[in-house]
């Protein structure tokens, strides 16, 4: 931690020069107080991220679930830009989690690509299938996933990739800022507050607004975050209680007991419904347009 020292206007600045330095972003907030850095287009060298990974020989995980009518709507399209926009160059094991193995679409897989297919049981409310995940990905990060994979990343499904998503997205534990939630005042942020829930923050915690359609990190990170969120889960639920937000929550709850170790700008998982923003260049995901009423009923 503390890895990335506070945006003064004279690192900002070239020193020969004194014009803007090519590799600064003045206009957002690129570290964390405690220190993370805060990844925005133009922030990070891709090469040099790119160099170090190879030289590591790593294998980067990427789980995605696909239950019920998510596969079919949007399985093969995240797969596909995955293959164009994910860790080119490195090699990547997916797990796709789904109740019909025989219905993932046949995607071709670029040299050191493979892909495993994982059986779940369906859930029959959708808050149930999102929440399940931590469950299942605990259970999987300690066995072979977790053997394979040395950085792992988890994702939703209902998105796509639009641009690189490459090694400069890895560190030890890596939180995604909600793209809708980004710029707003912390009071508002949508945290649990039923003082009961596991998840609960009280007014005044919670740093960012993290969103759970992104998160990641080393087998080890994602081991204790897995945990703390399927623990925090299964007690709301003893009580009767879901969290405003799920998992989604809970996640919110780990990420302020546990800081991050690298935040990525909501560049890395855009919604496009937003419209274009001057700090957005280059949007890496995009979320699918929602259809909570056709989905959710
Ligand atoms: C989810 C909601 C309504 C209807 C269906 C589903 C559903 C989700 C499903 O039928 N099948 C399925 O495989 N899923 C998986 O759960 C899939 O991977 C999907 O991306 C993920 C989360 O559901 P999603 O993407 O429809 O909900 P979002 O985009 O509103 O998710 C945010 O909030 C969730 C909790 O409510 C999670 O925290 C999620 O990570 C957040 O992005
Ligand atoms: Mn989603």
Redesign the pocket.
Known sequence: MGVCPSATMSLLTDNFTGALHPWARPEVLTCTPWGAPIIWDGTFDPDVAKQEATQQNLTIGLT????????EK?LERFLETAEQHFMAGQRVVYYVF?ERPGAVPRVALGPGRRLRVERVVRERR??D???A?MRTLHAALGGRLGREAHFVFCM????HFSGTFGPEALAESVAQLHSWHYHWPRWLLPFERDAHSAAVMARGEGDFYY???VFGGSVAALRDLTAHCARGLAWDRARGLEAR????SH?NKFFWLHKPAKVLSPEFCWSPDLGPRAEIRRPRLL?AP?E?RL??D
């Open positions: 995605v679930f696909a239950v019920g009518r998510h596969l949007y789904t959708w808050q299938v999102s929440m995940r939703d499904v209902d998105q969103h759970a359609a937000w799920h998992d989604e996640l979320w929602k909570y989905l959710r």
